[in-house]
């Protein structure tokens, strides 16, 4: 992206009922000083009309290639435009685009432009499950495009399933990380990767348990900016209350045992794994049937039991030799001393060791660490957003993958 103008977005819309929704999205790249063309295809329009896009924009809304032809429109917006996004991307939209097709003016930008592209799909499950779909789908991800799955949630009428389109905030996200990796944006592109995130709880009663001050951002974090960068995420999540990532197939966890168990069963078909979640040691050795009340005596002692070493298991079991494994350390004191040891035990590729306690790390928007490497390396990230730190573990990641 050039930082010698004002970034140019292109928006695509899609003749789906999200367009509503992109109303959204096109705000927040406006107030945040992009210039945004609103490309609607004709259908596009009978959902939301001219007006609002061109209201919205502060720009004339770019409807056919008959219109303004001495500026070659067809040809000018994609050369122009630093990022295309399309939302929402119909079965229909994704088809034409993976075929190459140029029967209007979105499917001509999508040709000429030679800027990253992100589609954000949204249709019912039966057609986004279906194998044509699919097919254009992987199509468009071999050639670079950065195509976000759908969220799971309420769609058109009563159904409810996967096929909506991700929250708007969580869109801009990615476009947002996209626009500020530029050309590098699609290096994780055909890249599965396994992300787990949050902290674990051990259940002591129905109502307490042994937990810590884990707020699952920087695991969150690590899934945005994989996505922006190509991937297709799968987040283990444990016990977080953030929103989640556009793009990201979330599975939700609450204890050690849970995490495992999904972590185990989604590794083998990923590239990269990143333990990023806090992790329980100890577990009660038994849950109480009921809520433990105050009797007026000594509470009876909790006896405590290891959980499973999660992370030296992946390593154990790596489904092949180039899946590059990554833990996170963290620590209250002797910061190096104590991340150099953990990464001997381990035996993971990569190990990001940061300090946390008194305001640093669990619960923050900021954090820095040093990412150790099994070959010897070190790697000081200073403080910084979550993102900022989580695109230089990527690009360790990447380092890694194309050896």
Known sequence: MSTEHQPEVVLGVGAGIAAYKVCDLLRRFTESGHGVTVVPTAEALRFVGEPTWAALSGRPVATGVWDGVHEVPH???????????????TADLLARAAHGLAGDLLTNTLLTARCPVVFAPAMHTEMWEHPATQANVATLRSRGAIVLDPAVGRLTGADTGRGRLPDPAELFAVGRRVLARGALSTDLAGRRVVISAGGTREPIDPVRFIGNRSSGRQGYALAATAVARGAQVTLVSANVELADPAGVEVRRVGSALELREAVLAEAPAADAVVMAAAVADFRPSSEAGGKIKKTGAAPAPITLVENPDVLAELVRERARADQVIVGFAAETDDVLENGRAKLARKGCDLLVVNQVGRGRAFGTVDNQAVVLGRDGTSTEIPR???????????????ERLSR
């Open 384 to 398: 910084g957003p979550k993102e900022d730190l989580a695109d230089r573990v990527w690009d360790l990641v990447t």
């Open 75 to 89: 040809v000018r917006i994609g050369q122009r435009a630093d990022l295309v996004f399309v939302a929402p991307a």
